[in-house]
């Protein structure tokens, strides 16, 4: 077995690897919040419901259509809920302008009051496409159309746009209204006898329209807003396909005809489509922010559609706040923790893709024991609900794990993690990951196959069980100075490569950095020829063998015990002050209603990597479940520093404080 002799060459490059502090590349991590999601619809005048958010208030707060006016169906009664929720009957049915000032009033009330309760931000929802009515009966939106301006002066909507709003839609390639959302009989059941229309968010006039409802929503004194349906724009129409002219000049393409681009992956028009597209989108939330930022400038744009999307989250969402992953649907649900006895779910992928991402945008993650209904076995329990906080602190750069209203020990976990981002903000800011392993996470792959994205969740997983510290490295990272970080990289099924990028990699294993290419990989590739530093298999190995391979990456030491397989560690530094956070995570920590809590593991043997002219100072370890902290023993060698973690329950925060040796 020829990789076996390769392994065998992959280990030197790790023992030699110069570690070194890094100013923070791009965006630095930021502490995480507390996340509750209330698509309630009775929280005006409610002293109660302020008084369970007081007794426990989340540091960011995500409500439904609790807005002066839903952007589907323009001034209704329906308050609360999401896009399809009373979208029936007496709910739709207009409200005055009065009405309207009256809920900004009362609105503005609660956000003040929630705000004074401890909620450090508070979003409503909106969609940021859905239109719901009847074009031709004129109900719902165009009801509100043709009322348009009775509302205007009072509400600064501007304007009544002349176009009628069936203009405003997205269109498919032949010209027809473009719906997206399942139709069972002629009606959109969630809103019959009315029909759900998806308008084009490069349309002028729905511009108009969604800014108007996102600067009303910070007049109510909101600190940002929830848009839904975020990822769904794919549309021909005749402004679309002339933008699409311009984009196609702009990166140089040959057919510059949007209605060219085929529906399905596989063909680079459909790639460079869907990039356009995207592109659409990211403008779209900075046109939203830029409304609502003249009435609160540090308004924040808050987006769905993360889940299985790492392009949309990459060139879409990149400088938006917070990107959801809508995380609804997985065998054994998707609440992170252990499952059956042998499975883990987490969510380390997406909060790694975003942390490595280094820009603006923060992971929320909505986790469920299974979709349309829960499964008792995989339900969230409090000890669950305080992993998935800590996961958060340990793999992501800021963000919030969502703990449900219902949850019965829900109030105990946001409290005692308000406390802990709170007592530890410092240490959880201005953080980047410390890895000298890079994943290739080529985003931009899952346009034309999503075998890569597989890959690397498979990857993920080995690593994870292998105690390996690692970084994904899109892209862009793929210049000689970016690679220069790490000394061991893994490019697992990569379809297609842009030649600067192969370049780039190609010089730094030349440079005496170690490439794993696992899988496909372009047949013209220059790393194809390289012998020595490059290694290939064509399948991804078993996590042993892997485990083998990266052996002496490894930050925890393996000592058999099969428990500590699933132990997860990640690292994160800082120069100035110079230190390390480690933080450690016990995925022994059983899902269901009824289960026990995790049992300890004693004596765990860290091995952290110590940057070149530093020397550990004290090692203190944190735990938010206990809030406490307690002096660690340490051992220095020249390169690494062994630290005996003496009890693990659910999750440690490991402090390294550096000086210089
Ligand atoms: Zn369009």
Not at 150 to 172: I, N
Not at 351 to 361: D, E, M, P, S, Y
Request: glycine share 6%; aromatic share 10%; hydrophobic share 40%.
């Amino acid at each position: 077995m020829a990789w076996v002799h390769h392994a065998a060459m992959f280990l030197p490059a790790l023992l030699a690897t110069i570690l070194r502090l890094h100013d923070p590349a791009g965006v630095p991590t930021e502490p995480p919040v507390t996340y509750v999601l209330d698509y309630g619809t009775n929280h005006l005048d409610r002293a109660d419901w302020l008084a369970t958010n007081r007794a426990a208030p989340p540091e960011l707060l995500h409500l439904g259509s609790d807005v002066p006016m839903t952007s589907n169906w323009g001034p209704v009664r329906k308050i609360g809920g999401e896009n399809v929720a009373y979208g029936m009957g007496d709910f739709t049915l207009p409200i005055s302008p009065d009405d309207v000032a009256q809920r900004m009033t009362k609105l503005t009330e609660m956000v003040r009051a929630l705000h004074a309760a401890g909620v450090k931000m508070v979003m409503p929802y909106v969609c940021t496409m859905t239109i719901a009515g009847h074009h031709e009966r004129r109900a719902g939106f165009w009801s509100f159309y043709d009322r348009w301006n009775d509302y205007a002066a009072r509400f600064d909507l501007g304007p009544r746009p002349v176009a009628d709003p069936f203009t405003w839609l997205q269109r498919k390639p032949d010209g027809e209204i473009h719906r997206f959302y399942t139709y069972t009989g002629d009606y959109y059941p969630g809103y019959q006898p009315n029909h759900r229309y998806a308008a084009c968010v490069n349309n002028p006039a729905w511009q108009q329209w969604m800014t108007r409802e996102v600067a009303m929503v910070a007049r109510c004194g909101y600190d940002g807003v929830f848009t839904d349906n975020g990822g769904s724009q794919r549309c021909y129409c005749e402004l679309c396909q002339k933008l699409f002219r311009d984009w196609a000049q702009k990166r140089g393409l040959k057919d510059d005809n949007l209605l060219h681009a085929p529906s399905k992956t596989g063909d680079a028009r459909y790639a460079e489509a869907q990039r356009f597209w995207l592109e659409n989108i990211h403008s779209y939330q900075a046109l939203l922010r830029s409304a609502a930022a003249m009435i609160n400038p540090s308004f924040k744009m808050f987006a769905n559609g993360g889940h299985r999307r790492p392009q949309n989250v990459k060139l879409a969402f990149a400088d938006s706040d917070f990107i959801m992953f809508e995380k609804s649907f997985g065998p054994l649900g998707t609440h992170p923790g252990l499952a059956d006895g042998t499975n883990v779910n987490h969510n380390i992928v997406e909060l790694k893709f975003v942390q490595c991402l280094r820009r603006r945008v923060k992971p929320i993650i909505l986790t469920r024991s299974g979709y349309p209904k829960s499964q008792p076995p995989f339900e969230m329990n409090k000890a669950s609900a305080s992993l998935g906080c800590a996961e958060m602190a340990a793999f992501g750069n800021g963000g919030g794990f969502l703990i449900r209203p219902n949850l019965p020990s829900g109030a105990e976990v946001i409290r005692r993690w308000n406390t802990f981002h709170q007592r530890h903000a410092g240490l959880l800011s201005g953080n980047d990951s410390l890895a000298t392993v890079g994943v290739a996470y080529w985003s931009e792959q899952t346009l034309f196959s999503a075998k890569h994205m597989t890959s690397v969740t498979a990857l993920s997983d080995m690593l994870l069980a292998s105690h390996v510290p690692f970084d994904f490295l899109m892209e862009e990272n793929f210049n000689e100075q970016f690679l220069s970080r790490y000394s061991a990289i893994i490019m697992p099924d990569i379809a297609h490569a842009d030649a600067a990028r192969l370049a780039a990699v190609a010089a730094w294993a030349r440079a005496g950095g170690r490439l794993l290419l696992a899988g496909a990989h372009p047949a013209d590739s220059p790393l194809l020829a390289m012998t020595g530093s490059v290694t290939r298999i064509e399948k991804l190995p078993d996590a042993n063998i892997l485990g083998t391979w990266l052996r002496d990456a490894a930050a925890i030491v393996d000592d058999g015990r099969p428990e500590l397989r699933r132990v997860y560690i990640n690292l994160f530094a800082r120069r100035h002050p110079a230190r390390i956070v480690a933080h450690v995570l016990n995925y022994n920590t059983p899902l269901g209603v009824d289960a026990l809590p995790p049992a300890p593991i004693e004596n765990i043997s860290l091995r952290i990597p110590l940057p070149r002219g530093l020397k550990p100072r004290c090692v203190t370890a944190f735990d938010a479940d206990t809030d406490t902290a307690q002096a660690l023993e340490w051992k220095s060698g020249s390169e690494t520093l062994a630290v005996t973690l003496p009890r693990l329950l659910i999750s440690k925060m490991i402090l390294v404080e550096l000086s210089p040796s």
